[in-house]
């Protein structure tokens, strides 16, 4: 595992412990931001082991996911586009 694997994944257990804290001390928009960067960081992590590399999508998708119930109105409006007319 390179160097720069190793620092994101205690980058990233570091994040997601500072995310159940803020969670824990009822900061929401502050937890989501933490595990949405905990997530992404994760993703860039498991990407020096073969093993866990097939991980790296998800990890992706979990961050994606915290993003959107965090923050959706970024997703649901573009200007004055409605994304909903793309389903």
């Known amino acids: 595992m390179k160097v720069l694997h190793r620092a994101a994944t205690w980058a990233a257990l570091v994040v997601l412990v500072a995310a159940v804290v803020l969670f824990i001390a ?19 992590a498991v990407r020096g082991s073969e093993k866990l590399r097939g991980l790296s ?4 998708i979990f961050a994606a996911v915290s993003f959107a119930m965090c923050w959706p ?12 007319v793309l389903i």
Do not use: I
């Open 26 to 44: 009822d900061r929401p928009l502050a937890a989501g931001f933490a595990l949405t960067l905990s997530f992404a960081v994760a993703a860039v």
């Open 57 to 60: 999508f998800s990890l992706l």
């Open 73 to 84: 109105d970024p997703l649901v409006n573009w200007g004055e586009f409605q994304l909903s």
